[in-house]
């Protein structure tokens, strides 16, 4: 089996709720190890929520119930993995608590008011932008999610190898942390992969705006983590998916407004 298809479906059996396949586990392979192939496991993640656009387009629904139901699938399929993350993120930062406090309630499996709002305003915000990506066409609504979900899944490759964990035990540090080469190669594949979609979706500004909003927003995300806790764990791993993906699709909203 090739290498980039193994760590692709190791990839998938961490990243998702998709059963994974045994062949590609022969030998030992630490999840950081397979990060170069993250853009991979989430165009597969995404992949299933991209066809439900094209199919209950054809269907006549509405594109914010097109947009509802999408983003719905694509949390069933990835097991509300980085929903989660985000919420111990906002729960542990949103307050004025120092390191060790808000890495204790980021651990903690209840969630708070910070929580429940990041989730509450990803999921709507999500929704929102394709949705208004689906009123001007399915075909671009379901490249757009595709695009969105490699390109996050890269980043998020790329914050976790860029800076040290903040703490010694956690599931980030428990899989080995990727090497700066793999986080680089995950950020060029997701980069490149939003780029070529947004071009084909909406021209230059397509190509530029998500991109120059998904910098924009990890950059500042990563340097947030800095100040605060001095370096990422698996939840801020997770929070950084939500967000370039966020910023991913604002970009390519705004690119065909």
Do not use: N
């Amino acid at each position: 089996m090739p290498d980039i298809l193994a760590a692709t479906l190791r990839s998938l059996a961490f990243l998702t709720r998709l059963p994974p396949v045994s062949r590609a586990f022969s030998g030992v392979h630490p999840l950081g190890s397979d990060a170069h192939a993250f853009p991979l496991a989430g165009l597969v993640a995404a992949l299933p929520s991209a066809l439900a656009v094209l199919l209950f387009g054809a269907f006549g629904l509405s594109p914010s119930t097109i947009a509802i139901l999408a983003i719905a699938l694509l949390v069933a399929v990835t097991g509300g993995l980085h929903e989660d993350g985000l919420s111990d993120v906002a729960d542990g930062l949103g307050g004025h608590h120092p390191k060790d406090r808000a890495l204790e309630i980021m651990k903690d499996s209840r969630i708070g008011a910070y929580g429940a709002l990041a989730l509450v305003l990803s999921l709507m915000l999500r929704a929102s932008l394709l949705a208004d990506i689906v009123a001007t066409g399915t075909g671009q609504a379901a490249l757009a999610l595709l695009a969105a979900a490699a390109a996050s899944r890269g980043a998020m490759a790329w914050l976790w190898s860029s800076l040290p964990s903040a703490r010694d035990s956690g599931v980030a540090a428990r899989v080995g942390q990727p090497s700066a080469r793999s986080g680089r190669i995950a950020a060029f594949i997701g980069a490149t992969l939003l780029v070529i979609a947004g071009a084909i979706i909406a021209g230059l500004a397509g190509a530029v705006l998500p991109l120059l909003a998904g910098l924009l927003v990890l950059g500042q995300f990563r340097k947030f983590l800095v100040r605060r806790l001095g370096g990422q764990t698996g939840d801020c791993v997770g929070a950084a998916q939500q967000i370039t993906e966020i910023a991913a699709l604002l970009g390519l909203a705004l690119a065909l407004g």
